[in-house]
């Protein structure tokens, strides 16, 4: 595969229907990967949807929040296997990252910037590159002011790295490395919430220190943000539909009272950069306002309604979210 998430542990359906996604700018989300579906309907008729016959249609179905019926059959896009390695960065000074934003995403095939939003720095970067000739990334001891570490690390420096990925520049299958965390072990912190909001890519520095402004407010209820780049696609209600994003990811202490208070001022500070929330992490954005960020949602509510003509395959996140607009 082209990428996968910061844990293996998810399924194929579940993870391609809601656009969940990894890191590099060049790589689309996982759901760019899926080139057929087969999907029993709500009358039960087996329909069948491919990147190549199909058109609009199955761009429309693919990241399909569950509304068109049981996905029981999923081709993806494979390519020959490939070897990679990670190196972390500790400690990179925020203006470094204001400076160099594009030169740092531009490091690896796949990178990621973890922060606590305190002191003006990036906690942790990860750089995970290829082993191929080339493309591997050449781990200087000094990354933009950031030194490499001489351990693994955790993205929550207090956790144990035993649950994490090789990290060091040890050369690893792509299944082991692209990852964050370890099959067979808790992914994260293992109780938590989440937040996760995609913003034009040209907006990215700006949407940062957006965020770093509100940091007196979001630490108390944080444990870590991870902001990841990720390329443009065609599919209707993928949050990257036609525009290259990065993504500014909240993992949450578990206080949905204090979360859900703060979320409309995340929500607010992002609302130029018309930031669209993960479909599959915690989000207050109104309906209205996700009918005029997600253009194609008139489109998505005819098809599904194509294949599920009375709704039996709505639930209250789909009712309230995509079919009352
Ligand atoms: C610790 C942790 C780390 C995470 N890291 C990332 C990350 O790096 N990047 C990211 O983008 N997200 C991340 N997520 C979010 C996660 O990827 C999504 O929540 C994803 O949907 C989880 O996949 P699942 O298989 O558990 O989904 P499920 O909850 O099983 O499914 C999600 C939805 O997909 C649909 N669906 C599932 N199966 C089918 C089917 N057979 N037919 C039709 N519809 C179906 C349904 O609408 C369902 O509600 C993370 C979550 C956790 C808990």
Known sequence: MHNLASLPHISIAGACSTATHGSGEKNGNLATAVSALEIVTAPG??????????????????????????????????????????YVYENLPLAEMKDHFDAIQA??????????????????????????????????????????????LHPIAELSAENCTEQMGVPGPW??????????????????????????????????????????????????SEIRTIAADHLWLSPCYEQPCITIHFTWKQD??????????????????????????????????????????PDFIQLSRKYDPQGKFRNEFLSTNVFSS
């Open 45 to 86: 008729e087996v329909v069948k949807l491919s990147r190549q016959q199909d058109g609009e249609a199955f761009l429309g179905a693919v990241v399909g929040l569950g509304a068109l019926g049981v996905i029981t059959k999923i081709t993806l896009d494979i390519q020959p296997t490939f070897m990679m390695r990670q």
């Open 107 to 152: 490091s690896g095939y796949s990178v990621s910037l973890f922060t606590d939003w305190q002191n003006q720095r990036i906690n942790e970067v990860w750089i995970k590159s290829r082993v191929e000739e080339g493309q591997a990334f050449n781990a200087t001891p000094v990354f933009f002011g950031a030194k490499r570490a001489t351990k693994n």
């Open 256 to 297: 949905w009272l204090a979360v859900r208070k703060l979320l409309p001022v995340i929500e607010k500070e992002l609302a130029p950069f018309k930031a669209r929330p993960h479909w599959g992490k915690l989000f207050t954005i109104s309906p209205a306002e996700l009918k005029s960020i997600y253009k194609r949602m």
């Open 175 to 224: 299944y082991e490395r692209l990852p964050h965390f370890r099959m067979g072990f808790t992914p994260s912190a293992g109780k938590e919430l989440q937040s996760e909001y995609f913003v034009p890519r040209h907006h990215a520095v700006e949407a940062i220190l957006a965020i770093e402004r509100l940091r007196d407010q979001v630490s108390p209820h944080l444990m870590i």
